[in-house]
């Protein structure tokens, strides 16, 4: 099992101009490692982060997508699986925390802690998809992982987290999406 | 003699001819390409779905993209917002319903332009929305109110020359706007 804010930093060190999408508690660890224009965290509803990628993914095909899903998300929006797939956009990378719980609602557990998101991926048609549950593992394929033809999915088996500060006014600025516009665009 | 319905976007070639009392597919896909949509964001709506989705499907200019379940457009058109891309979210009123939370979120309170296109299931085409004996309908346009989305219906082909303008101005203010398609589509 790893921890997410320690995947996060793995991360980092192989993002330059891909926009990054994150929500919850997977958005207030990653901005906190890399804050940088191009993190998208203004989700609007739990679960559109994955749906909010593959718009972005279409618009902007000469440039990657990498979104930050905590499994919660995911549950919310399985449906996003089997579009994207359809859709199957080549430079969409998809991870997905999964710590088996609702972290920012209190850290009650999600309704099974069994649920196989990287098969679910690989049955909906992903081109590729993982299960990383060692940091050395995912340190060494996180290149890869992020280079190759997607749509690409990674499930990221981590820990729940020590408890979050959730600063949503920060998270939800609207002068971070008007940067994001022109950062994304330019 | 010139009626609304004879915009540039009823000159195109592909419009049909303007019949009282109808609303031809054929227009509303020219309007819709007039105002500079590529992509049609869809869960199938039996209202639409032989006189304006079938067309849809076969139209070389419009981008179809299956979805799953209708909030899914909310996010996938947001992202292509960000990256200078037109989407229209072609969907049912039923799904309009279970999208709520995200157009409150998204469109309403990020101010996004998010365009929808709405199917009155079940709808009796000579009643206003307001007044029809299903419950379902009868709420659609007070929840628009109450949210602050513009709205317009679309009846006839008459009615269709409201589409270019509301969709340019959804754009230009980045706001949300939502057509109702009261009378299926031939």
């Known amino acids: 099992m790893m921890k997410r804010d320690e995947c996060f930093r793995v991360l980092a060190r192989h993002i330059t101009d891909e926009a990054v999408v994150a929500t ?51 549950l919310m929006n399985l449906g996003s699986l089997v579009t994207i797939a359809a859709v199957a956009p080549k430079n969409l990378v998809h991870l997905v925390a999964h710590n088996e719980t609702y972290e920012a609602n209190g850290g009650h557990p999600i309704p099974s802690p069994k649920v196989d998101f990287a098969g679910l991926a690989r049955a909906a048609g992903y081109a590729a998809a993982y299960d990383f549950s060692d940091l050395g593992v995912f340190a060494q394929q996180a290149a890869h992982v992020l280079e190759r033809d997607g749509p690409v999915f990674a499930t990221l088996h981590v820990e729940p987290s020590k408890p979050l500060i959730y600063d949503y006014p920060s998270l939800y600025d609207p002068a971070k999406r008007k940067a994001f516009k022109a950062a994304w665009q330019g | 003699m010139d009626t609304p319905a004879t915009s540039a976007a009823m000159t195109a070639a592909t419009a049909a ?35 304006l989705l079938a067309p849809i499907t076969q139209d070389k ?126």
């Open chain 2, 17 to 51: 001819a303007v019949t009282p009392g109808a609303l031809h597919g054929m227009n509303i896909i020219a309007a819709i390409k007039a105002s500079g949509i590529e992509y049609v964001l869809s869960v199938p709506d039996i209202t639409t779905s032989a006189g």
């Open chain 1, 24 to 74: 919850y508690s997977s958005a207030v660890d990653w901005v906190e490692i890399n804050p940088r224009p191009l993190n998208y965290t203004s989700i609007g509803a739990m679960g559109l982060d994955s749906s909010h990628g593959l718009g972005l993914a279409l618009g902007r095909p000469d440039k990657r997508v990498v979104v930050l899903q905590g499994d919660g998300s995911l």
């Open chain 2, 61 to 186: 200019e419009l981008r179809l993209i299956r979805v799953c379940k209708e909030d899914e457009c909310i996010g996938i058109a947001t992202g292509l917002a960000y990256s200078g891309k037109r989407a229209l979210t072609l969907i049912q009123h039923t799904g309009f319903l279970d999208s709520i939370n995200a157009i409150r979120g998204v469109a309403v309170e990020y101010k996004q332009p998010i365009c929808m296109m709405i199917g009155l299931l079940q709808h009796d085409p000579d009643l206003p929305p307001r007044a029809s004996p299903r419950y379902g309908v009868r709420i659609v346009e007070p929840i628009l109110d109450d949210m602050g989305v513009v709205h317009h219906l679309i009846g006839t082909d008459a009615d269709v020359a409201k589409i270019e303008p509301a969709i340019e101005t959804a754009y230009a203010r980045s706001e949300p706007v939502a057509f109702l398609i009261g009378r299926s589509p031939i």
